[in-house]
């Protein structure tokens, strides 16, 4: 028996939650060959690592990976050939030209009694659960928009940007660095207020930059989650050999 058929008409609804993954990027910084999300982490495609950590999480109950365009029947067949949660419902949409494109098709194929909707990079493999929960629970206590992130161990410093690649550059200011977070997925957000952002807000290297950006742009609050060091982004080679470490690590600690 559903829980709408057990619950009485003013009984609230128990909140549901969704993660949407956009898969549809190439990856260039790794080199050539498969795109960033297929490449193999102890044998198996980052994408694959994303979902199953998407659907590691109890509250997660629909994961919607957003293919390339021309790749949505090749990632249905790597999600069937793969073991995956079976409490879990998965989805693989077509996605667009642009991030955000491809972010708001994974939107728009979520059904409508998702409240709390997850953005998660494919390129971030081995986060852990807890910080999914984490996001996920700060959404439903009443946050319109989650981050997780880990403060900065390097000093940053602000610079007026080169016109030639690897011409000096001179610093502007140094900004605090006890301020400054380093900010990972998966991002967490009422629907109604990610949706309204994607509505309103474009997403460019100006201002806006990820999804909580785009929150931020119409003046609604982001909060901050302890993040993990695991949920690194795999961007260039060396993250790759990285996350083999870490992968190699769980598996011979805990079996994962």
């Known amino acids: 028996m559903s829980d709408e058929s057990q619950s009485s008409p003013n009984t609230p609804k128990p909140a549901r939650t969704a993660a949407v993954i ?10 050539p060959g498969a795109p960033k999300a297929l490449r193999t982490l102890g044998g198996t495609p980052m994408l694959i690592h994303a979902v199953r950590a998407m659907a590691a999480s109890r509250a997660v109950s629909l994961v919607v990976v957003v293919a390339p365009a021309d790749g949505a029947a090749e990632v ?23 991030r955000q494109e491809s972010v708001r098709a994974g939107i728009d194929a979520l059904p409508p009694e998702i409240t709390t909707v997850l953005v998660h990079d494919a390129a971030r493999p081995l986060v852990p659960v807890d910080t999914v929960d984490a996001v996920v629970e700060t959404v439903q206590s009443g946050a319109p928009a989650v981050v997780p992130a880990l403060p900065l161990a390097d000093t940053v410093k602000e610079v007026e940007p080169a016109v030639e690649r690897g011409a000096p550059e001179p610093v502007v200011a140094t900004p605090a660095r006890a301020r400054l977070r380093a900010v990972q997925t998966p991002q967490g957000f009422d629907r109604d207020v990610l949706v309204r952002a994607h509505d309103t807000v474009e997403l460019n290297g100006e201002g806006a930059t990820d999804d909580a950006g785009m929150v931020e742009q119409l003046g609604l609050p982001v909060v901050v989650v302890p993040g993990h060091e695991e949920a690194f982004k795999v961007t260039r080679p060396l993250d790759l050999v990285l996350a083999e470490a870490v992968l190699a690590r769980r598996r011979k600690n805990d079996g994962f």
């Open 22 to 31: 956009p898969a549809a990027g190439r990856g260039v910084r790794l080199g």
């Open 76 to 98: 249905k067949s790597l999600l069937a050939d793969h073991s995956l949660p079976e409490r879990t419902d998965f989805l693989v949409v077509p996605g667009g030209d642009t």
